[in-house]
Each structure stands twice: as C-alpha cells, then as structure tokens.
C-alpha cells in the first residue's frame, strides 16, 4: 500500500480527518490538520532514505518509528487508525462532530478534484449510498 492508496482507505473507512497527516497527500492548510495536536503524521525520513510515523503534539514529538519502505509505513499507519482501534486520544464529542464535518468536507472535495482530473482509474471509495459514518 502507498500514500494515496492508505488515504482513500482511511477515507472509505471514515477515519476522522484530523487523527492524522500524510505528508504530500493532505494540506498542512486544511483546519485541523498537521498542527502537531496529537494527530499520527506519516513522513520521510530526514535523510530521505526511510518513512516514518510519528506523533506529535504541540510541536513535541511524541513517538516516532521507523520503516525502510513505504508500504511498511502506510501498514502500520492503518493498523493503528483502522476502525476499531482505540484513538491516540479521547476526542470530545465536539470534536468528533468537527472532525466528522471534516471528514465530509474533504471527501467532497477530493471527488471534486477526481471529476476535474477526469480520474476514471477505479471506483469511488466512498461507503455505500456516498454517506460517511454518522452521517445524516
């Protein structure tokens, strides 16, 4: 698996915008993202030659691991936010909803940028019926 392929899972499965940030694929200007609260940040290494997954909060990092390859990286990155899982934080029901809005939000826009792209490659990977979890 790869960045793009870890996104739209984590997107499918309704994984809250703001649990985590892939560098080069979501935008540090998109609200709530990788502003260092907590959120799972995968990267590269600084020297390039490795990824990484890192927690950090309020510009402290957390946790790091490393992975020679990519695919290591988005495996264990999903691992750790696939449904189910215990978040890295309890989020406040306030949250939950913002994030949840998020979530739309991208989603939205990420068909959005497929259509103008004229992506034909493979199906939407939204849930059945284009609704998110909790989605009314």
Do not use: H
């Amino acid at each position: 698996m790869n960045r793009c392929e870890l996104k739209e899972r984590l997107v499918a499965a309704g994984v809250p915008e703001d649990s985590y940030f892939i560098v080069g694929i979501d935008s540090q200007r998109t609200p709530g993202k990788g502003g260092g609260f907590g959120e799972l940040v995968l990267t590269r290494t600084e020297d390039e030659l490795g990824w990484r997954l890192l927690t950090e909060e309020r510009g402290r990092i957390q946790r790091e691991d490393r992975f020679a390859t990519e695919g290591e990286a988005c495996e264990q990155a999903w691992e750790e936010l696939k449904p189910g899982n215990t978040p890295l934080r309890r989020r406040t029901a306030q949250e939950r909803e913002r994030s949840r809005q998020r979530a739309r939000e991208m989603v939205a826009e990420y068909r959005r940028l497929r259509q103008d792209s004229g992506d034909r490659r493979s199906p939407d990977p939204a849930l059945p019926g284009g609704q998110l979890p909790n989605d009314s």
